[in-house]
């Protein structure tokens, strides 16, 4: 609970998952959100089912929220943080990767 995140770095996540992803399904969906730290480092992961019809991740603005988030993550952990991401069974996953850093508080 006390570790640096960078303001509104997951945000741009659910926003992509509910809108390339649960907003394309007829029957909904639900996003899954896990978080931990190991080894000094956070990792932060987003889940969200996909439609596995052609034509996925044809919606405008796909990737630009992923290249922002891996833009702001180097300038803050330079060389030290990523984004990853993964496609299969339905299901797209974003997980970020960064160092732990606790809060400091005056």
Known sequence: ???????LIVQ???E??????I??????????IKGRCAEQMIELEVRNPIPLAAGYGEREG??????????RLELA???RARVETQQGDGE????LIFPY???IED
């Open 1 to 7: 609970m006390d570790a640096q995140v960078p303001c």
């Open 12 to 14: 741009p996540l659910l």
């Open 16 to 21: 992509n998952a509910v809108y390339h992803g």
């Open 23 to 32: 907003e394309m399904l007829a029957q909904g969906g639900h996003v899954h």
């Open 62 to 71: 796909n990737r630009m929220a992923l290249e922002n988030i891996r833009q």
């Open 77 to 79: 952990w330079p060389g």
């Open 92 to 95: 797209f996953c974003a997980r």
């Open 101 to 103: 850093a606790a809060h």
